[in-house]
């Protein structure tokens, strides 16, 4: 007989880990369903963001900023150092190390909160009196039943149309993560989040990157000011990134790789590398799930169709995450995980989708919550703007490092924060506090009044939010 579960998650990764921890603190029988190997074969649960995205490439920027202090800013501080190599195969290491910890800690995890952890791939089998069957295929086959299902499959890399992966030289976010030796050459398609961090890694480390980007404007997403303070600490870095580009034919050959493409002006282009990564997007991961056999509804992306409680049209089954709609963010896959059990259990849980931060790992970071600029204007949103430069902040400037800036925009009659975006030093940990502000309907009066400490690049938020009134008091 099938082992019974009140609930069986299908998927590892940040919402799927989440979610089966929440509902066993919720009293439920759960069990976790995860194919993710290690280099032994063994389980490594944690999905793309701990194996091959979030964990390792943070691991990877943070060798490469060391190795980039050490070349070009130690001497600033006094600090003499010759003849400062980088060992890549130790570089991979420590990363891999980083990424072993965080697998065997939610191994750990599911063992503490008693959740029962199959290593293999989860597969509908059939919906069935009270629940669902769901076959497991890892070294052995074997059933479970579910009552309730929470699917957390997560995305697959987005491949260039006619030329697939070969993680040698035409490589995804994981290939990018094991080059086993600096390219000379480095050239990359897609100038989004993953593509600026794998970029940033390379050219620390002396690799000649070139960025090809198909829209006309850089990182559309973010707001204007923003980008155009970043785009010019790139080029400053001498990260290329071409813009409006259109890529024609590529080929990979025994010497590396050839991209034809035409640029914004029209003019045919040859561009040869050493490696290619391609970072154009993810697609919703469904292959093996067995959807069919259950009926379950996918959009025309191959994405699980969700309500706004992240319900599928089966009910007892629930989707979240990457696999469904919204961002590709694993604190949103995690908040949706302990929404759905929550939900589960009869209670409330709840995603506010207009605080969810964004964040890109470069130097300087990049980080926003809320609505940009243009995002205002197009909604017809009357706004007050306020913002305060690194460069007249005193942590900064001991840190050595001024760049960018932080920026408040107020509703021009209430004075909420409707959006505050940031480029600069450790901008992923500055945005937490508009978040909280943000979630709890602050004005841009409100930062402006409360005591930060000093001296701290958080007082640039303090700051930013006095300019949204006009009188900021250090600038």
Request: net charge negative.
């Amino acid at each position: 007989m099938s082992k019974q579960f009140d609930v069986v998650v299908i998927g590892g990764g940040p919402g799927g880990y989440i979610a089966a921890i929440r509902a066993s603190q919720l009293g439920f029988q759960v069990a976790c369903i995860d194919e993710w190997k290690n280099a032994e074969g063994g389980p490594a649960p944690g999905g793309t963001c701990t194996n091959v995205g979030c964990i390792p490439s943070k691991a990877l920027l943070q060798s490469s900023e060391h190795f980039d202090h050490a070349n070009h800013h130690f001497a600033d501080h006094g600090i003499s150092a010759k003849d400062v190599k980088m060992d890549v195969a130790k570089m991979l290491g420590r990363k891999d190390t980083v990424v072993k910890q965080n697998n065997d800690g939610i191994l750990y995890l599911f063992k503490k909160n008693k959740i029962t952890f199959f290593h293999g791939r989860g597969t509908f089998v059939k919906a069935i009196d009270g629940g669902f069957e769901v076959k497991v295929t890892g070294k052995a086959e074997e059933s479970i039943v579910g009552k309730q299902v929470i699917i957390a499959t997560g995305s697959n890399a987005r491949a260039l149309p006619g030329t697939p992966f070969d993680e040698v030289n035409i490589l995804s976010n994981d290939g990018a993560l094991r080059m086993g030796s600096v390219p000379k050459k480095l050239a990359l398609i897609g100038s989004g989040v993953i593509g600026l961090e794998m970029g940033s890694v390379w050219r620390r480390l002396g690799a000649e990157v070139t960025i090809l980007e198909g829209l006309p404007t850089f990182l559309g997403a973010v707001d204007e000011q923003i980008a155009k303070e970043a785009k010019k600490a790139f080029d400053k870095q001498g990260l290329k990134i071409e813009l409006g580009v259109k890529v024609g034919e590529i080929t990979n050959g025994q010497k590396g790789i050839s991209i034809a493409y035409t640029n914004a002006k029209g003019e045919a282009q040859i561009l040869d590398a050493d490696k290619l990564i391609v970072s154009i997007g993810r697609v919703p991961n469904t292959i093996g799930l067995g959807a069919e056999a259950i009926g379950l509804q996918l959009d025309e992306r191959g994405a699980i169709v969700v309500d706004g409680d992240c319900k599928t049209n089966v009910p007892g089954v629930w989707a979240v995450g990457d696999v469904v709609r919204g961002p590709m963010l694993a604190h949103k896959a995690e908040e949706e995980g302990v929404a759905v059990a929550e939900r589960i259990a009869g209670q409330h849980g709840h995603v506010n989708f207009n605080t969810i931060p964004w964040v890109i790992y470069t130097s300087p970071e990049i980080s926003w919550v809320g609505r940009n600029e243009q995002q205002l204007k197009a909604d017809g949103v009357a706004y007050k703007a306020g913002t305060f430069p690194f460069l007249a902040n005193g942590r900064a400037r001991a840190l050595g490092d001024t760049t960018g800036m932080v920026k408040f925009l107020a509703d021009a009659t209430t004075d909420e924060i409707l959006g505050v975006h940031i480029v600069g030093p450790l901008a992923s940990e500055l945005i937490s506090e508009a978040v909280v502000a943000m979630e709890f309907k602050a004005s841009a009066e409100d930062i402006a009044r409360i005591c930060h400490a000093h001296p701290s690049l958080s007082e640039a938020t303090k700051e930013a939010a006095l300019a949204v009134d006009k009188r900021t008091l250090n600038f």
